[in-house]
Every structure is written in structure tokens, then in C-alpha cells.
């Protein structure tokens, strides 16, 4: 079986080399490594194979608009929001199109209507844990980041920041009880 070419480059030094070269390259490669991680994402809120496919190459096209653009951090846990908050307008304008519809009752069944409402309750909670994210102090934000969104190790957390072991065990548990905290106030709002 062919290796790929940038198999032993890590996805920060292939984002940094795109931001160097804006050559898409590099960012194609990005994109190729998580195809099927966005086709998952796609499949789950959207349930249709063929309007999940057609949202990862939707995705892919923001994705490489975008990133000329600005610059993005983590890139697996940036793109996964990008493609769930796709999916979730999709979901809306769906939504939408099923509320003005009614006169011509719309075969919606009960499960259906109940599981978009779920994923838009998801979504707003969710929206709300990203923004109660970049309300912590930076390294709690960058050791969960990369704990919880990035599944690093606490060893790889450490290797990456140069945070002691017990500093990013610190970080992480203060961090997730700071998130709580936040969360739990913008909620009751």
C-alpha cells in the first residue's frame, strides 16, 4: 500500500507550511486525512448520505476559503465545528421549511421533529461551551483544548507547552471546573 508523501507531518507543521506557502497543497492533505471524520459528523446530524457528502465538500470549499483568511490553532477541532455548524443550518433551513410547510403536511414524524430539536439544543449548548472556552486564562483554554477536543495525553500536553506534568493536570481540572461554572451561569440566563 502507497504511504502518503506528509504521513510523518503532524497537522500543525502542514497548517503552518499552507500559512508560509498559501500553497493548498498542504491544505489539501489537511482536508484528505479528515474526510471520513467529516462524512461522520455530516452523517450523524443530517442522516442522508447523499446531503452528507454534498456537506463535506461544502465544508472542504469554507474550509479553504476561510483559511486564507485568518489563522486557526487546532485544526481538527476547528474544522469538526465548521462542518457541525453546517450541518446545523441545514438542519434550521430544514426546520424552517417544515414549520411554513404544515398547510401541505409535510410527512414529518413525531421522532424526526424531536431529533432536530435535540440537535439544536446540542448546538446552542455547545455554542455556549466554546464560548465559555475562550473565557478561561490561556493555558487552562490551551490544555483543555488539547485534552478534551484534541485527545492528547497529559505527556503530549506537556511535550507540546512545556507545562510540567502536574501543571497540566492543574490546568485541565481547574479548567473543567472553571467551564462548568461558566456554563452553568450563561445557562440560567
Known amino acids: 500500500m502507497k504511504q502518503e508523501p506528509y504521513s510523518h507531518i503532524n497537522d500543525q507543521q502542514l497548517l503552518e507550511r499552507f500559512y508560509q506557502t498559501h500553497d493548498n497543497q498542504f491544505l489539501g492533505v489537511l482536508l484528505q486525512r479528515y474526510t471520513l471524520l467529516l462524512l461522520g459528523v455530516c452523517m450523524k446530524y443530517l442522516k442522508n448520505e447523499e446531503e452528507a457528502r454534498d456537506s463535506v465538500q461544502q465544508v472542504f470549499l469554507k474550509a479553504i476559503t476561510e483559511l486564507h483568511k485568518y489563522r486557526v490553532e487546532y485544526f481538527k477541532s476547528w474544522l469538526y465545528m465548521v462542518a457541525k455548524n453546517h450541518c446545523l443550518m441545514k438542519l434550521r433551513d430544514r426546520q424552517g421549511r ?71 493536570k492543574s490546568y485541565i481540572q481547574n479548567g473543567k471546573r472553571n467551564l462548568k461554572i461558566l456554563l452553568e451561569k450563561k445557562l440560567s440566563q
Not at 114 to 136: A, G, V, Y
Not at 141 to 158: D, G, H, N, P, W
Request: aromatic share 6%.
Open 98 to 168: 417544515i414549520a411554513t410547510d404544515i398547510k401541505e403536511q409535510m410527512a414529518v414524524t413525531p421522532g424526526e421533529d424531536d431529533s432536530i430539536k435535540l440537535h439544536l439544543e446540542k448546538d446552542r449548548q455547545l455554542e455556549l461551551m466554546n464560548e465559555c472556552l475562550q473565557e478561561l486564562n490561556n493555558e487552562q483554554k490551551q490544555c483543555v483544548t488539547l485534552f478534551y477536543l484534541e485527545k492528547r495525553s497529559y505527556q503530549e500536553i506537556a511535550d507540546t507547552t512545556g507545562f510540567s506534568m502536574m501543571q497540566v
